[in-house]
C-alpha cells in the first residue's frame, strides 16, 4: 500500500493515496500521525483550539456560514516543523462531534469523531497552490518572508455534499506531494 517516506536527508512524500484510510493505524490521532510513525520518525503536534468567524481561506468553501471551530497545528518530525495545519469546522458539526474541539481528538483524529457522529467524509479534494510566506509562516518554517510555499487546501464532504473540514497545510521545503488518479 501507498505510504509516506521520510528519507535521510529530511525530505517528506506525502502520498495522499493511503493517507486518510491509515488515519488510526497502530492507535495514531490521524493521518500525520500514522503517516510520520510508519517512516520510523517521531511525530509531535502543537494544537490551539478556538471559535471565531471562519478564516479567509476556508470562505465560500463551507456548506455553512457563521460560527467555527479552528484547530491550529504545528506539527513536527522529530523536532524539526513540518508543517502548520488550519483546519476549521462548521459551529453544527462541532455540536454533534464535540470531540473535535478538543485537543486531543482520539485514535483516527477529527474525520473518525466526526464519522463516529454521523457526518463520515466520503469525498476529499485537494487544491494544492504556491503561496509567499507571511512573516509568521517564515518565522516557524525557516524560510524568508515571501518565499513560496506549498499550501494544500482539504476540502472534506459527506456523502450529501455537506462540507465538514476545510483545511489549509503550509508545508516547509523539503516536500514532494504524490496523488493517484483512478483511469479506470
Do not use: C
Amino acid at each position: 500500500m501507498a505510504t509516506n517516506l521520510i528519507s535521510e536527508n529530511g525530505q517528506v512524500l506525502r502520498d495522499a493515496r493511503s493517507r486518510y484510510v491509515q488515519r488510526s493505524a497502530g492507535d495514531a490521532r490521524g493521518a500525520f500521525d500514522s503517516e510520520i510513525t510508519r517512516s520510523g520518525k517521531t511525530p509531535r503536534t502543537e494544537v490551539s483550539v478556538s471559535r471565531g468567524a471562519v478564516p479567509a481561506f476556508a470562505a465560500g468553501l463551507l456548506s455553512s456560514a457563521g460560527d467555527a471551530v479552528i484547530r491550529e497545528r504545528r506539527m513536527y518530525v522529530d523536532d524539526r516543523l513540518v508543517q502548520l495545519a488550519d483546519t476549521v469546522i462548521p459551529a453544527a458539526i462541532v455540536e454533534a462531534a464535540p470531540q473535535v474541539a478538543q485537543e486531543d481528538t482520539g485514535v483516527g483524529g477529527i474525520i473518525s469523531r466526526m464519522a463516529d457522529a454521523g457526518h463520515a467524509q466520503t469525498e476529499v479534494v485537494e487544491d494544492v497552490a504556491l503561496i509567499q510566506a507571511s512573516a509568521d509562516q517564515a518565522a516557524a518554517l525557516g524560510v524568508a518572508e515571501g518565499d513560496s510555499l506549498l499550501a494544500i487546501t482539504h476540502v472534506g464532504s459527506t456523502a450529501d455534499g455537506t462540507v465538514v473540514e476545510v483545511t489549509r497545510h503550509v508545508v516547509g521545503p523539503g516536500w514532494t506531494l504524490r496523488y493517484g488518479v483512478p483511469l479506470a
